[in-house]
């Protein structure tokens, strides 16, 4: 009786372990993306979804925010940034699977004003911009203490021998959206962001595209966190994500794919 007892009792753990095992692999998988990701990885995870895969959780914000809470222990599955520091600095604590990081879509860096406002320029190292923004004016982009778009148009505007004046001419936001809307509402006449976001916005026109030497290549490091190593749905939407079926999605929303 003892053995039959224990045998059934044995027989509902592993039965109960068993569901709990299917239950997580069709749990929804948590992706931490760069802003700038936004429209292409919403039209991606519906693909997914579209597939009869459980429609990923996607939390959209600034690289660095979203570094720093997977290290406090935030749930994510997947970690996606704009640049490859904020990856470095949550695989040198070990939180992400080494392995499966890649860079797999690339950007360009832009300037931006409203469309109304919109007067093309050449950007080189001569460019005046600081004559462009007039006296009060200033460029919106991200805070280039921790944001990738930020860090960016710091080398870019240092190349072009102009951060010292233009330093303190910034109106730093949050992320790369933030910034955008900055200029959309035409609180900032100029605006420093990725190509990508630019084109998503009608009340913005890219009047000058900074050169690939200005500043280091913007590219997007996309790889499982530590603590999704063993979740099979995770590795599948990183599969697809950087696979050759999304490569036309990404190339349609003005992403560029290595070469």
Not at 178 to 195: D, K, T
Not at 245 to 250: G, L
């Amino acid at each position: 009786m003892r053995r039959s007892a224990f045998l059934s009792v044995f027989a509902a753990l592993a039965l109960s372990l068993g569901a709990t095992g299917a239950a997580r692999a069709q749990e929804a998988v948590t992706v931490f993306a760069a802003a700038s990701l936004t429209d292409a990885l919403r039209d991606l995870g519906a693909q997914w979804a579209a597939r009869g895969n459980p429609a990923p959780r996607f939390s959209f914000a600034a690289s660095s925010a979203l570094a720093r809470q997977i290290e406090q222990g935030a749930p994510a599955d997947l970690f996606m940034s704009a640049d490859e520091a904020w990856a470095n600095y949550l695989q040198d604590r070990n939180l992400l699977v080494n392995a499966t990081r890649s860079s797999p879509v690339g950007n360009a860096l832009v300037l931006i004003a409203p469309a109304q406002a919109a007067r093309p320029v050449t950007l080189t190292r001569g460019t005046d911009l600081a004559a462009l923004l007039g006296p009060q004016g200033r460029i919106a982009t991200g805070d280039p203490a921790h944001v990738p778009v930020g860090r960016y148009a710091q080398a870019a505007l240092t190349w072009m021998g102009q951060w010292p004046a233009l330093s303190p001419r910034l109106a730093r936001a949050e992320n790369v959206r933030a910034a955008l809307l900055l200029v959309e509402r035409g609180e900032a006449p100029l605006g420093i962001v990725y190509a990508t976001d630019a084109a998503a916005s009608p009340g913005v026109r890219v009047i000058g595209t900074f050169p690939a030497e200005s500043h280091a290549p913007i590219t997007y490091p996309f790889a499982l966190t530590r603590r999704a190593e063993g979740n099979a749905q995770a590795r599948a939407l990183l599969a697809f994500l950087t696979g050759a079926e999304a490569a036309p999605v990404w190339q349609r929303f003005g992403f560029t794919l290595p070469r």
